[in-house]
């Protein structure tokens, strides 16, 4: 039952490839911890996941409010090609030919978003049983740095005796603008993770399958989506970018004709999303 480091070390490289680490919803089960008008403090505790022993944590990617919807990013679950990335491709190489700022902005907003989901318990909330905690990517980049330390210090912070409560307080935009934030700290005083641990087995056998919480929009529906937001646009007043109605049923793009080499155009987008945490949909 113990968390497996190597995975975790691979996620955050993932996240982050400067730390040298060594190597549609039915959403009943969502918690987010909630700003209120200022901020709130909670305690929770991640569980080990009967679905995966070795890694609680799953990714998912996301496309955020396009035409008024969000839906998980078919490139990266299940269909294998994604229209709205293929679009945001189509935009890029629009930026890199023109300088135009406005395509910058508008690739950020289609390109897909990490959000991941893991199963805890909630500190007051016991009753409630496991659930699943919905991570920002910077949130999510915190707790994967404290897991890598905490096991650098023989710590498993899943150990449903010697583990590890987390601290997360969320902050509204009222008080840090522009979107909020979510910070995160390990408490650094082992503790068992139920006051009464002869329920534990019960309390693991129902922690929710991460996967079942989610279902891919049909790709007609994406596709529907992208024209709906790409023509409503192209109908702003304020808008100096031009698009193409039916976008959805271009062909993938060609790699844009640019002297910036890959590892340059990696390092942009890198500095693109920085920050990544704090963006509305967090």
């Not at 999510?140 to 023989?154: F, I, L, P």
């Amino acid at each position: 039952m113990a968390i497996d480091i190597e995975r975790i070390k691979a996620n955050l490289n993932r996240l982050d490839p400067t730390q040298k680490t060594g190597g549609g919803n039915s959403n009943n089960n969502i918690w987010k911890p909630d700003a209120g008008e200022g901020s709130n403090t909670y305690n929770v505790r991640f569980v080990p996941y009967k679905f995966d022993e070795g890694n609680p944590f799953r990714e998912f990617y996301w496309h955020y409010n396009i035409a008024g919807k969000n839906f998980l990013c078919p490139k990266y679950h299940g269909e294998g090609s994604c229209p709205v990335c293929d679009f945001a491709s189509t935009v890029w190489k629009e930026f890199t030919e023109t300088g135009n700022e406005s395509y910058k902005e508008m690739f950020k907003k289609l390109m897909p978003k990490l959000r991941a989901y893991a199963p805890v318990i909630v500190r007051g909330e016991e009753n409630k049983g496991v659930r699943v905690w919905a991570i920002s990517e910077g949130a999510y980049k915190q707790v994967m740095k404290t897991v890598v330390s905490c096991d650098e210090e023989g710590i498993d912070i899943i150990d449903p005796k010697d583990g590890l409560d987390f601290k997360v307080t969320a902050i509204s935009k009222k008080v840090k603008k522009p979107y909020g934030a979510i910070e995160v700290e390990a408490m650094r005083k082992t503790s068992p993770m139920l006051e009464d641990m002869s329920s534990l087995s019960s309390v693991l056998e129902n922690c929710p399958n991460i996967d079942d919480e989610f279902s891919p929009l049909p790709i007609e529906d994406v596709k529907k989506a992208l024209d709906e937001y790409a023509n409503r646009f192209e109908n702003e007043p304020s808008s100096d970018v031009g698009t193409t109605r039916n976008v959805s049923d271009e062909k993938s793009p060609s790699t844009p004709k640019t002297e910036t080499s890959s590892n340059d155009l990696q390092k942009e987008l890198d500095d693109i999303f920085s920050g990544a945490g704090d963006l509305p949909f967090e």
